[in-house]
């Protein structure tokens, strides 16, 4: 949600904020701007549209020059998208510009009293009122703008990462975050700034990440001086070496990033349970588990909180803990579950699932368990994120970078991770055989394999999509294990085509969806032979006596299935538990073909963020 990117230093500003911005694009938005100081004034242009659309105008508007400059992605929130609502906003001097991620919940109050000051407002941006208060204290207050940041957002309730920069200063720039991610890069004598590490990764490896209710001062000539907001306290810079590579982020040949993160999926399953898996000693390592162990053990019951494709891989987690580990399990949505005064213990063990590591809603909600006393437990992708530092414990999925906003690659090395974790605990609890555990250890192994051949399918699916590509619904049915893969193949369709889709258990069609069934309602059916087979094997007779256009996910080799339905895609055999890890790959592909051909931007979907930072 939004993109933010600045820097300082002595190269050219223009060119390294507008390829950032460009690789920040995946995070959603509807608008882009640059403002940059080219030795006398600030020259600033921004629009409604794509960053294409801003690099079409930006060069015929403003001079191009200077070695200091923001750039930003906006995602709507406070008006709506156009030229004027863009960031970045000037405060009413001209003096000051900023850019800024997240919401200002009471903007209208202190709008309402900078009015009464005389400041007017070109925008309906919560963002305009932000950066005339800080003017309005820098100038009251006689103070430097460092310490007008500072006393500005102790008067602000909400959510903000911030870039700021004064005209009259342009030796520095000021960034502040509570509740939206905010990355320092740090090279020699330069400095950069964004949303996430990609915009300069090709600058330097080394980064740091700011932490909530702290800013940082950033001047040429000092480096940078980080203090706590609410107190002014200094706070020591920990730098990070970044992981993170240029060639993860670029497109690899592929026409989208979507279609190679879903290409992408064996190695990033392999990756996420290589060193963990030790198959020849048959023994599961992660320390995340093994130093709380305990913990794990005694626990009343796991409650996985998520949102999005993270909470269909919970669920998936929620049937392997409990059949494998013997747990009690909820999940929860996790907007939900901070607002309703949920019943938290000490004795329970709250995992918390977020491919970004920065979702709003997850992250309050691991705060809420924390203050009830509960062990939090944080599966996410991004190394150094807020849920990875949030949590008491954790493990990462080692997925490589997630660039296409539909997740894909997140939810197969989600569901790893969990099973992983499932079997350990299985194991030192004594509910699974050890005939059985290994024979879980070898058919995980054998899964990066299986969905390679699974891939296989790509061409078929394709002819499928071609087949279906006009139909206003579609309906996924899962049993099971494969329930969740019903609504995660809905979502994947609703995302990235825009098509109306619903997943159902199976047994529930009969409780109300089967009145939508006729000859031009496609069925997706997840009939795998481990697990309810003839029981979905019914569900599809059903619907074949009501006409529907069935698409059946069956496993290798299949009969009874193939004679009923329109259309099968075969997957490789494996256990029930693993079955959704082979499943959601014909699903992935089918959404990814059926949005392509209806001619839509698959790796931007209207209306959607990759992080969702704000409520």
Known sequence: ????????????????ILKGLKRLEYRGYDSAGIALYDGADIKLSKTKGKVLD????????ISTKGTLGIG????A?????????????????????????GIIENYESLKKELIKRGYTFKSDTDTEVLINLIEDVKKNENTKLGKAVQIALNQVIGAY???????????????????????????????????DASPFIEYTKNAIYLEDEEMAIIRRDKGVKIRKIKDDSLVAPYIQELQLNLEQIEKGGYEHFMLKEIYEQPSAILDTFRGRLLINE??????????????FLNADRII?????TSWHAGLVAEYIFEDLARIPVEVEYASEFRYRNPIITENDVVIAISQSGETADTLAAIKLAKSKGAFVFGVCNVVGSSIARETHAGAYTHAGPEIGVASTKAFTTQITVLTLIALRL???KGTISSSDYRHNLIELELIPDKVKKALESDEYVKTIAAIYKDVHNFLYLGRGYNFPVALEGALKLKEISYIHAEGYPAAEMKHGPIALIDENMPIVVIATKKGHYEKVVSNIQEIKSRKGKIIGIVTEGDIQVKELADHVIEVPETIESLSPLLTTIPLQLLSYHIALMLGKNVDQPRNLAKAVTVE
């Open 1 to 16: 949600m939004c993109g933010i990117v600045g820097y300082i230093g002595h190269r050219e500003a223009y060119p390294i």
């Open 54 to 61: 801003l690099e079409a105008r930006l060069e015929k508007e």
């Open 72 to 75: 930003h992605t906006r995602w």
């Open 77 to 101: 929130t406070h008006g709506v998208p156009n030229d004027v609502n863009s960031h970045p906003h000037y405060s009413n001097s001209g003096d000051l510009v900023i850019i800024h991620n």
């Open 161 to 195: 990462a911030i870039a700021v920069f004064d005209k009259n200063k342009p030796n520095e720039i000021v960034v502040a975050r509570l509740g939206s991610p905010l990355a320092i890069g740090i090279g020699e004598d330069e400095f950069f700034i964004a949303s």
């Open 282 to 295: 048959a023994i599961i390592k992660m320390a995340g588990v093994e130093d709380n162990m305990k913990r």
């Open 304 to 308: 996985i909180v998520a949102c999005g």
């Open 426 to 428: 299985a194991r030192a």
